[in-house]
Each structure stands twice: as structure tokens, then as C-alpha cells.
């Protein structure tokens, strides 16, 4: 009889698991417990996942995933989980309606090795001390009344460079536009930030700052294998790390003269601070954080970097769209010249009387948006979007560059058209990160903290560029559009072009 009891019983307790494993399930499944289901994608190599699938060009590879696998799409990366959104409505649900969830970056070895282990304002935890940097920022350099008020330095920067291009015409030298770019808003940056130009005159070492800036957004862009396989990162296989931190140093060379330099100068500016002063100035705040001169460093390092690389980068695009199409270069003359005349420069108020300037602006961000592949999020808890499940620690990319190339949001979306934004439902999108068909500066909490700044940059600058001079490529030259992929979106060959004054001799004086 034992045995046959034995048996009874093990029945008995199988029995009792199974119901208790199939009541468990029901119950959370009644509770809401999310679908499990994981976002489609490409099954990955062994261990080291998709990593090598994404190839020299992440962000057009990715696009073409979204074609096939759809508009959230899920990558095993190494050990890491990582999703990217490639849609209006995919973004808008990681960054608006999961916004907190996402507020904060993945570690990552551009945080670590350039950005003073993440000690700045873009790769900082959503925290007190993110709040205090961002804020600074905004009241003294990047919202609206700080941008105001200093106008007139911008005006002046731009005189100097107007000058300095009128000059290589009479020479008939071709302008380097990514250099010109770089030398004359380090130099407005530096004069908000530092109440002096950076550079006094245009060359090798202005031109070695814009290599710096370039480098840098080049080696944060990439896929770092170690970034994603923890464990062997310090192997740096790709030599990725080792070249962020001897940039790293070249920089906080430069960071620690600007700073220093600065602190010697102080009784020149009484009564008159600049920004630097301000944040020194506000080191402690009421919420008892306290900024310390590495969180300083690595501010003014965001500052000078993005201020000048994704500006510029949008600006030199743009110019190059307007040679390719010389159409749309002569229509924006004529507006101009009927707005403005020719025996004045472009000012700032001029802008909101020039809708196809602007419009160009806004072409040229969907088209070829400064940042491709937003800086990467990460979750804090699971969620679930369109159906599917998103763990914890799952990072997030969202694919600016293809939402700009959406077939199904943007007619012939290949096409450089700004006529596109004077009319209909377009002509109220706006950049700044409420219309997810445009968002070349992300959206939500951590949209990029210069958006205000970059837009007023591009507007004037471009603006200005194209109203003082006519624009051709030197003779025998073909215009290159292809990209180089990074943090910001550059052309792979810098545009160099001729260009002429078309303003009387008065308007280049000041």
C-alpha cells in the first residue's frame, strides 16, 4: 500500500503546482502584468548580438531594419538590450508619453572617457545636479532673454567674418565653410562664456579646435563594443577609448588655460559678468548641490563642442542643398532683396519677414538633422510600447534621420523642397520638439538644452551668409554630398566654395 500512497501523493502535489502556477499566471494576467512579447528585429550573431550588422553607417542600416522589421525595432547589442523608434508616433511614445521613464543616458565610454565621467549636462543623471546645469544654462546663455541679450555679440562675430570672406574673394580663394563656421561661433560662445574671442585670428589653431570637435563627435557616435560587453572593455578592441582619452586631454588642457586665464582677468569685469562668472558664482544652490570645477569644465566643454558642431554642421548642408538646387538659391536672393534690400546686412528681426529662408532651415534639419541617432536613453523600469515589452535597463535610440525620410510622413522625402513648410499642415511644424515629425534636437526632458540657440544660429548665420554673397563651386569641382556618420552628421568632404559680394561696400564695414 506505501507505494501506491507515494504515488497518491506525488499526484496530489504536481497536481497542486500545476493549478498554483496556472492561478499565478491568471491573476497577474488580470492585474495587467505587460506582454512579454519582445519588439521584433534582426536575430544577431552569438554573444556579441547585432553588433555587427550596423556597419559603418548605423543610422541609414537601421532605417532599412525599420522597413522590414517595423517602427519599434528591438536589438540584442552584446549583453545590453536596445530598442530604436523610427516613427512620429514611436518617438512620441518613448519620448512624450514615457518621457520619465527615459530620462536618463546609458553609461557609456564617451560619458566616462570625454565628458569627465559624465560629470556634465548631457550625459548626467536626471538628478538635482542636471537641474542646476540646465538652468544656469538657461538663464544665462540659452533661453530666450539670455539669447537677447547678447545679440549684438553674434552681429559683431558675424562682421568679422563677412570681412574675412570678402577678403578670400578678392583673393579669389575658396572659403573653407566648416572652418569659417567653427572659428566664428567658438568665438561668439567664448565671448558669452568668457567675455573674449577664442581665437584672434583665423588658423591653424582655430582650425585645430575644429578637428578637436569633430573627433570628438565622431568617436562618441560609434558603437564601442565595450559599451556593450562590459567585461571587456578593457580591451578597448577597436581602439575607440584610447582615442577619447588622449583627446580628453588635449581638451581639458584647453579648458584649464580658458578657466584660469579667466580667474586672472577678473577685476576687468566688475559689475559685468560673463557667464563663467555666474556659475562660479552659483557653485551651491538651495537644493544643496553643489558644482564642483569638473562639473564646470565639463559644461564649457558641452558648450563650445555642441554650440559649434551641429550649428554648423546644419548651416554647411544647407549651403550645399542651395548649390546643388540653384533655384532655390536665386528665389531666397529674391526674397531677400525684396525684404531687405542690398545696402544693408540681414538682422535678426528681418528673419520672421523671410518664410522661405526659414523654410529652408527646416528642410534642411529633416533632411540631413545634426544629430542622426538621438544621444541613447535608457529605462528605469519596464514598460510597454505599441504591445510590446520593454525590460528594464533597455536603451533607447531613436532614429532622427529616418523620421526626417519617412515616405509615409514626408512627399518624395529624398527631394531638397522647402516649398514643402510654406503651406498646409507643415507650415505650423515647428523644431523644437512638439511635432514628432520633426525633431533635429530630440524631445521631452532631455531635448538638446541649445535648441533655442541652435534655431537663432542657423537663421542668422545662414541667413546672413546667403543675403551678403552669391555662392559657386571653384571651377572643376563637384559638389560631394555623401555623410560621415557621428554624434552630428558631417559631410565627408568639407564644402569649399567661391563666393561674391552682392551687397554694397557699406554693409560688410560693420
Known amino acids: ?3 501506491l500512497v507515494d504515488i497518491f501523493l506525488l499526484r496530489e502535489l504536481a497536481t497542486a503546482i500545476i493549478l498554483f502556477f496556472i492561478t499565478r499566471f491568471s491573476v497577474r494576467s488580470l492585474l495587467g502584468k505587460p506582454n512579454r512579447k519582445l519588439p521584433p528585429g534582426p536575430k544577431g550573431w552569438p554573444v556579441i548580438g547585432a553588433l555587427p550588422l550596423l556597419g559603418s553607417m548605423p543610422h541609414v542600416t537601421l532605417a532599412n531594419m525599420a522597413k522590414k522589421y517595423g517602427p519599434v525595432l528591438y536589438l ?3 549583453t545590453c ?11 512620441r511614445a518613448f519620448l512624450k508619453t514615457l518621457d520619465i521613464n527615459f530620462s536618463n543616458r546609458p553609461p557609456n565610454a564617451g560619458a566616462t572617457h570625454l565628458a569627465y565621467d559624465a560629470q556634465d549636462m548631457v550625459f548626467a543623471d536626471y538628478g538635482q545636479r542636471w537641474k542646476l546645469l540646465r538652468k544656469l544654462s538657461n538663464l544665462h546663455m540659452l533661453g530666450g532673454k539670455a ?7 553674434r552681429a559683431e562675430e558675424l562682421g568679422h567674418m563677412l570681412r574675412a570672406m570678402k577678403e578670400s574673394s578678392k583673393q579669389g580663394e575658396a572659403v573653407v ?4 563656421l567653427t572659428y566664428a561661433m567658438a568665438n561668439m560662445i567664448g565671448q558669452v562664456i568668457l567675455s573674449r574671442r577664442v581665437f584672434v585670428t583665423k588658423g591653424e589653431e582655430s582650425n585645430e579646435f575644429k578637428d578637436m570637435v569633430v573627433e570628438l563627435m565622431t568617436s562618441a557616435g560609434f558603437f564601442n563594443i565595450g559599451d556593450f560587453i562590459p567585461s571587456i572593455a578593457w580591451m578597448d578592441l577597436q581602439g575607440i577609448e584610447g582615442g577619447m582619452k588622449r583627446l580628453h586631454k588635449r581638451f ?5 588655460k580658458m578657466i584660469d586665464e579667466h580667474t586672472a582677468s577678473a577685476h576687468e569685469r566688475k559689475g559685468k559678468p560673463d557667464f563663467l562668472d555666474v556659475v562660479m558664482g552659483n557653485r551651491e544652490n538651495s537644493a544643496g548641490e553643489r558644482l564642483t570645477l569638473t562639473n564646470i569644465k565639463a ?13 554648423s554642421s546644419i548651416i554647411e548642408w544647407a549651403l550645399a542643398e542651395m548649390l546643388n538646387n540653384p533655384s532655390i538659391l536665386k528665389q531666397v536672393h529674391e526674397e531677400m532683396d525684396q525684404v531687405i534690400g542690398r545696402s544693408r546686412r540681414l538682422e535678426e528681426t528681418d528673419i520672421q519677414k523671410l518664410p522661405y529662408l526659414q523654410a529652408i532651415c ?14 541613447p536613453r535608457v529605462s528605469t523600469a519596464a514598460c510597454e510600447v505599441d504591445g510590446y515589452y520593454i525590460p528594464k535597463n533597455t536603451r533607447l535610440s531613436v532614429n532622427i534621420w529616418a523620421i526626417g525620410r519617412d515616405p509615409d510622413v514626408w512627399e518624395k522625402p529624398l527631394d531638397f523642397t522647402p516649398e514643402r513648410f510654406l503651406s498646409g499642415r507643415n507650415a505650423k511644424i515647428d523644431p523644437r520638439g512638439n511635432d514628432f515629425e520633426l525633431i533635429p534636437f530630440g524631445a521631452g526632458r532631455r531635448i538638446c538644452a541649445g535648441t533655442r540657440m541652435g534655431i537663432v544660429l542657423v537663421e542668422y548665420i545662414l541667413g546672413t551668409l546667403v543675403h551678403s554673397f552669391d555662392w559657386k563651386l571653384p571651377n572643376g569641382v563637384e559638389l560631394n554630398m555623401d555623410e560621415s556618420f557621428g554624434l552630428a552628421l558631417q559631410k565627408s568632404v568639407p564644402l569649399a566654395a567661391i563666393v561674391s559680394p552682392r551687397l554694397s561696400s557699406t554693409a560688410y564695414a560693420s
Open 1 to 3: 500500500m506505501a507505494p
Open 76 to 78: 540584442k547589442m552584446g
Open 81 to 91: 538590450n536596445m530598442v530604436v523608434a523610427s516613427t512620429p508616433d514611436a518617438a
Open 147 to 153: 539669447l537677447d541679450d547678447w545679440a549684438q555679440v
Open 177 to 180: 565653410v566648416p572652418e569659417m
Open 252 to 256: 581639458d588642457a584647453l579648458l584649464t
Open 299 to 311: 559644461l564649457l566643454l558641452n558648450l563650445f563642442t555642441a554650440g559649434t558642431d551641429t550649428s
Open 362 to 375: 527646416k528642410e534642411t534639419m529633416r533632411k540631413h538633422p545634426s544629430t542622426p541617432l538621438n544621444l
